[in-house]
């Protein structure tokens, strides 16, 4: 038996996809997003960071974290770049 409707899917199958169908794009995932801290900002901080959404754990796994919100509050930064056209 196979498929069914859910609404939880595993971000490694969508990686694994997105790196079959599109592997540019896999790439740029790999690649570091500004994330705004939203209001946690430490001591001697600035207001946001860099993390990719996707990336690779010392044993070779790939791990997710995303929320698209904080990386559009990131954009409110006058030293964070614009999103590019593949980032958007």
């Not at 694994?16 to 001591?43: T, W, Y």
């Not at 698209?68 to 056209?85: E, H």
Request: aromatic letters at 10%.
């Amino acid at each position: 038996k196979q498929g069914g409707l859910s609404s939880f899917t595993s971000s490694v199958t969508i990686y694994e996809e997105i790196e079959r169908e599109a592997p540019h794009l896999a790439r740029v995932l790999l690649e570091n997003f500004h994330v705004d801290r939203k209001g946690e900002v430490p001591k001697g901080k600035k207001g946001y960071y860099e993390m990719p959404i996707f990336h690779r754990t010392p044993q070779g796994k790939i791990a997710c974290i995303l929320d698209r919100s904080f990386i559009t509050a990131a954009q409110r930064w006058d030293d964070v770049p614009p999103l590019d056209p593949l980032q958007v």
